[in-house]
């Protein structure tokens, strides 16, 4: 397909992201495993192909490869990290392992004039994370640019038409990243600007029906922005043909069933179904400190209680979203697990091999999902809600779950909250919230030794989730939380902020 650029996964945790950036320049992508056959490839040809990162080496044993032939096909091909050092190795370069691990910011310092780097700064920041290198070139191929150390981050083959970057264009953290996208995407593929997130409404809502008229639908919704937006999109689609539950885990914020109800049933219209199965989670959750577990647990408590007398239905619509995806297991490549999401469990996945399940926005972003929310007319202050794990506080709560830690993390969260809305930074994170930690600390409270619970805030900065930085949060900010919770919380006497950016840690705490 001449407008279509197709992305072949060899397991990096950004493929669907590489997908997302050309989306964003209007133009359809496609994932599609490394091992997908040439002979499909030109059946139907891309304008171009991207190679994704990945977790393997391609000086390993069996490491996954594309046919050679790819190479000559013509179609305009772009390498990026474990695809530049695929297209090295195949092409006749030399790879080697690297003496450090390069990973985390570096600067680009341009060797050369290239069209895959027109308008780029010398000096522009990118985003590393590999531990093989570059050591030769192919036949054929010049270096256009490298890092501050020297190593090899961009070469390119003109007449080939094949380019390679050593880092992660599609990261936020590439200053110039979406640049280099537009130029390979748009200007040395040519593809043309024929994708909106207005056609995808249009083809949900369209697939939905056809799909789903005349069946029994069940659609699960917690009040976050994504199962909100579902919700909405399947009232358009199916109008009263769908039945929306809302289940109370007993791992919600403070007063959060109450707003949630409010916000679905008053302002949206929706019909509601409530279910309080808090004591059976709780009852299934005690004891357990193991965070795959609590998942685990969590995703099967929800399919007993989420169905409760209804068993008779055709279909489940869910609000899945491809960080949910990947982090949980490989969509189209030999990515990592790194967490299971409670939507991807087992029963789930069974219901999936049934054909019964049905997630419009897999491959969609949180972001994205808000640029459909408000096309949707869904209300800003809805939409714009801070992401929430569907575990819930059973995964910021670290360690066993009970009701009276859930007691003290639910007022400490609530206390952050208030202090982020009132001095304005709520609105400018990605993510905030209150982590209760596994451990005690001894303070000093009215004159006397105080041997009490850790409470750890954690903010973020992010545009869709796949990377973040810590946000750094006014001193005043902090100090402020810090001091009400512990004046207000009594079981707690210390506070602390947490600093690390994603990678190499997550969001959440688990």
């Known amino acids: ?61 069996g490491a996954p490869r594309v046919e050679r032939a790819l190479f000559a096909s013509g179609i305009p091909l772009l390498g990026v990290c474990y695809g530049m050092q695929l297209l090295t190795r195949m092409l006749g370069g030399r790879v080697v392992r690297s003496a450090q691990r390069e990973y985390g910011m570096a600067r680009l310092r341009l060797n050369a004039a290239s069209p895959l780097l027109d308008g780029v700064e010398d000096g522009s920041t990118v985003w590393m994370s590999h531990g093989d290198s570059v050591a030769a070139l192919a036949p054929g191929f010049a270096v256009t640019a490298r890092s501050d150390d020297g190593a090899i981050a961009a070469v390119e083959d003109r007449a080939r038409r094949l380019f390679a970057v050593q880092f992660h264009p599609e990261v936020a953290h590439s200053r110039d990243g979406r640049h280099i996208l537009a130029n390979f995407v748009l200007g040395i593929c040519g ?36 199962s909100t937006t579902l919700a909405v999109l399947a009232k358009r689609a199916l109008g009263r ?19 949630v109800l409010a916000s679905l049933r008053r302002r949206l219209g929706l019909t509601v179904r409530y279910v309080d199965a808090s004591r059976r989670f709780l ?65 789930v996945q069974k219901l999936e091999r049934q054909g019964r399940v049905i997630e419009p926005f897999k491959f969609l972003f949180k972001d994205e999902v808000r640029a459909v929310a ?16 569907g575990p819930g506080l059973a995964v910021r709560l670290l360690g066993p779950v009970t009701p009276a830690k859930l ?46 619970e850790v409470v750890a805030l954690r903010a973020v900065t992010a545009s869709d989730g796949m990377t973040a930085d810590w946000a750094a949060l006014p001193a005043e900010v ?11 919380i009594r079981e707690v006497n210390r506070v602390v902020y947490d600093v690390t950016s994603k990678p190499p840690a997550t969001i959440e705490w688990e």
């Open 283 to 347: 009852a299934a959750l005690r004891g357990v400190a193991d965070p795959e577990r609590k998942r685990r647990i969590i995703g099967r408590t929800f399919i007993d209680a989420f169905y409760g007398g209804l068993k008779d239905f055709d279909f489940l619509v869910q609000g899945t979203l491809y960080p949910d995806v990947i982090e949980s297991n490989p969509v189209a490549g030999p990515s990592q697990t790194i967490k299971t999401h409670h939507n991807r469990v087992r029963e």
């Open 407 to 452: 007691d003290v993390l639910r007022r400490a969260d609530a206390i952050f909250i208030e202090e982020l809305r009132r001095s304005g930074w709520y609105d400018k994170v990605w993510q905030a919230f209150a982590v209760l930690l596994p451990v005690r600390s001894v303070g000093v409270m009215g004159d006397e030794r105080a041997y009490g």
């Open 1 to 61: 397909m001449k407008d279509q650029i197709l992305i072949l996964d060899f397991g990096s945790q950004y493929t669907q992201l590489i997908a997302r950036r050309v989306r964003e320049l209007g133009v359809f992508s496609e994932i599609r495993p490394f091992h997908y056959g040439l002979e499909k490839i030109l059946a139907e040809p891309p304008a171009g192909i991207i190679l994704s990162g990945g977790p393997a080496s391609t000086l390993a044993p």
């Open 478 to 488: 902090l100090d402020a939380a810090a001091r009400r919770i512990v004046r207000r």
């Open 241 to 259: 043909g769908v039945t929306s539950i809302f289940v109370n885990n007993g791992l919600l914020r403070l007063h959060e069933e109450q707003e």
């Open 191 to 226: 593809a043309e600007r024929s994708w909106s997130m207005e056609n995808f409404i249009e083809a949900e809502t369209t697939r939905l029906r056809e799909q789903c008229r005349g069946k029994r639908v069940v659609l699960g919704v917690s009040g976050g922005v994504d």
């Open 374 to 389: 408000r096309l949707l007319g869904v209300p800003e202050d809805i939409l714009n809600r801070h992401p929430f794990p």
